[in-house]
């Protein structure tokens, strides 16, 4: 396992949410890039960045700041939210993001996810959010019948390699990570 920090967008601007809940947020008075120098100053090894705006609206939202992000630090990026086709994953590898995360679309479209593994190899991850074992999708907004597992199997079958988990009901409570369910 693998710390990994993360920043969490919407709206132009930095927050927290409680449980995924877009209601629950604290926004945070800071801006990304300095979030991301302070992840790399103390030792982080890489960032996971998620536009929040993108997961529900189904398109990158936050290009410029990811972009501002990619320019203040060297650690390599991890970025989710809203990418549903493999032309968002060219543009975001080619600004020079690491990892693309493919969350929605890779849960509901096992054809895409197994397409992508394929032309992309490392460079992309599942995100596989999960509630009580089971999927959600579009910013945690629907929970699917899928169970994680069932998904992690089908990416790896696929060719895919890397698989970030996030336990919903544990996300944003910074009580820690809920390893039973890991």
């Excluded at 995924?20 to 100053?41: I, L, M, P, S, T």
């Excluded at 060297?74 to 990418?83: A, C, M, N, T, Y």
């Excluded at 991850?125 to 629907?142: E, H, R, S, Y």
């Amino acid at each position: 396992m693998i710390p990994i920090p993360a920043i969490d967008l919407k709206d132009g601007k930095v927050v927290r949410l409680l449980q995924g809940n877009f209601k629950e947020e604290k926004v945070y008075q800071v801006k990304a890039r300095e979030v991301a120098r302070g992840y790399q100053d103390a030792g982080a090894e890489r960032i996971h960045v998620v536009d929040l705006d993108g997961a529900l609206k189904g398109v990158p939202k936050n290009l410029g700041m990811i972009e501002d992000i990619l320019k203040a630090v060297s650690i390599p990026l991890e970025v989710g939210g809203g990418i549903r086709d493999l032309k968002t994953v060219h543009r975001y590898l080619e600004m020079g993001v690491r990892w693309a995360i493919l969350g929605t679309k890779a849960c509901l479209d096992r054809g895409f996810m197994a397409e992508a593994a394929q032309e992309f190899k490392d460079r992309i991850i599942v995100g596989m959010d999960a509630l009580g074992g089971l999927i959600a999708t579009d910013g945690w907004t629907q929970v699917t019948k899928i169970k994680a597992i069932d998904l992690a199997k089908s990416f790896e079958s696929s060719g895919g390699q890397t698989i970030i988990y996030t336990d919903i009901a544990k996300d944003g409570v910074l009580k820690g990570p809920n390893l039973k369910e890991i």
